[in-house]
């Protein structure tokens, strides 16, 4: 579902990584290349995260997997609170080693992150935003 609009939408290159790889079908339908999580990190120019959240999953984008993203990269988080470390992402943010990134979810909902909220590069918006009028 995301991979589709920016395939054919915006002509992006898709890849992913994922606990399964897609079907063989699907990947050559939308010229998607699985890669391994350092892999991405390195290769995107636009990351979506969109994963559950577990114990394992906590903070999984951290200081050490933001320093391997492209300084012109841009990081969006619609999955859930927690997932990101939002003290090592607005560093990152901060520190121009990312350029961008977009949240409708955060780690102590509803409180924000104050280091978020001073970055003129970062979207922070509620998770129904889509919902609103």
């Known amino acids: 579902a995301i ?3 920016g395939r054919f939408g915006f002509g992006m290159q898709v ?9 063989a079908s699907t990947e050559a339908e939308l010229g998607a290349r699985y890669l391994s999580k350092d892999e991405l990190l390195r290769e995107a120019d636009h990351l979506v995260l969109v994963l559950p959240y577990s114990a394992a ?4 984008i951290g200081s050490a997997e933001l320093a ?7 990081l969006v988080n619609i999955a859930r609170g927690g997932i990101v470390d939002e003290d090592a992402l607005a560093a990152a943010l901060r ?8 949240l409708d979810v955060f780690e102590g909902e509803p409180r924000v992150n104050p280091a978020l ?4 590069n970062v979207v ?10």
């Open 3 to 5: 991979a589709r609009p």
């Open 15 to 23: 890849v992913y990584h994922n606990r399964s790889r897609l079907a």
């Open 68 to 74: 391997l993203m492209k300084p012109t990269a841009t």
């Open 117 to 120: 909220l001073t970055l003129s």
């Open 57 to 60: 999953a906590h903070h999984c």
């Open 124 to 133: 922070l918006t509620p998770h129904i935003a889509s919902a609103t009028l």
């Open 95 to 102: 520190e121009g080693r990312l350029a961008a990134a977009g």
